[in-house]
C-alpha cells in the first residue's frame, strides 16, 4: 500500500464499538420493516469531527462493517455516502451531545406526518410511553415533533431542519412529509429507544383516529 493509501485507510478506521451502534440500528430497523427497498441511513458519532455513517444502496437491515464509512461532519461529502447523510451532519452540528442519529420510512411514521400535522407539527401528549423519551418523566406533558416538506435538495433540507432545531427543546426526532423520520439520541442504545417509542406512539394516534397502521 503506498502512503496516500494507508492515509486513505487511517482515515476511513473507525471503532469496533461505532460499527456495532450502527448495525443495531440497522438491523433492528430491518426486522421491524422501517427501510423497505434499501431506504433509510443509520449513523453514529466517532468525535467532534466525524460519524460512522451506512454508505448509499443495500438493504439497511443486513448491512455489515463494509457498508459503513467514516465521513465528516463539517465535509467534505464522502463520495459513498447517501443523498440524506447531509441531514446526519445537520443533527449532530446541533449540540455534541447527540451521540447517533437513525433514519426510517417506517409505515407509521409516514402516515403520522401526512394525518396527524397541524401547523408543520404532530403533538404526542398524554400518553405514557412519552417517558421514553431522554428528560421526560411523566405522561403530563407534550413532544411537538417538527414536520418538514419534503425535498430532494438535501443541503437545502439539512439547512432548514439546522435553522428550526436549533435553540429548540430536544424533540428527540422529525418528520419529513411523506417520506419518514429522523430520530436521535446521547448513543446508539437511546436511538433505539426513541425510534421505538416514536414507531409505538404513532401507531397509536392513527389507531385513535380510525387510520389502520
Ligand atoms: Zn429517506
Known amino acids: 500500500m503506498n502512503v496516500a493509501g494507508a492515509q486513505t485507510a487511517l482515515a476511513e478506521h473507525i ?6 451502534g450502527v448495525m443495531a440500528l440497522a438491523h433492528h430497523s430491518g426486522a421491524k420493516n422501517w427501510v423497505p427497498a434499501t431506504s433509510g441511513n443509520f449513523s453514529v458519532r466517532i468525535d467532534a469531527r466525524d460519524c ?6 443495500g438493504d439497511k437491515g443486513k448491512v455489515t462493517a463494509d457498508g459503513i464509512i467514516r465521513a465528516g461532519i463539517h465535509g467534505p461529502a464522502h463520495p459513498r455516502a447517501s443523498a ?15 451521540g447517533a442519529v437513525a433514519h426510517v420510512h417506517a409505515l407509521p411514521a409516514v402516515l403520522a406526518s401526512l394525518a396527524l400535522a397541524h401547523e408543520a407539527r404532530v403533538r404526542i401528549e398524554g400518553l405514557e ?27 437545502a433540507l439539512a439547512e432548514r431542519v439546522e435553522a428550526r432545531l436549533k435553540g429548540m427543546t430536544p424533540a428527540w426526532g422529525f ?9 436521535w439520541g446521547q448513543d446508539a442504545t437511546e436511538t433505539l429507544r ?20
Open 52 to 57: 460512522a455513517v451506512t454508505a448509499s444502496g
Open 194 to 213: 426513541h425510534l421505538d417509542a416514536f414507531d409505538y406512539l404513532f401507531t397509536l394516534m392513527l389507531k385513535l383516529k380510525g387510520i389502520p397502521a
Open 129 to 155: 410511553l412519552l417517558k421514553a423519551f431522554r428528560g421526560v418523566k411523566t405522561h403530563e406533558t407534550h413532544l411537538d415533533v417538527p414536520v418538514f416538506a419534503n425535498d430532494q435538495d438535501m443541503d
Open 15 to 20: 471503532p469496533d464499538d461505532v460499527v456495532r
Open 84 to 98: 440524506e447523510a447531509p441531514l446526519h451532519y445537520a443533527i449532530y452540528r446541533l449540540s455534541p451531545a447527540i
Open 175 to 183: 418528520l419529513l412529509a411523506g417520506h419518514g423520520l429522523y430520530v
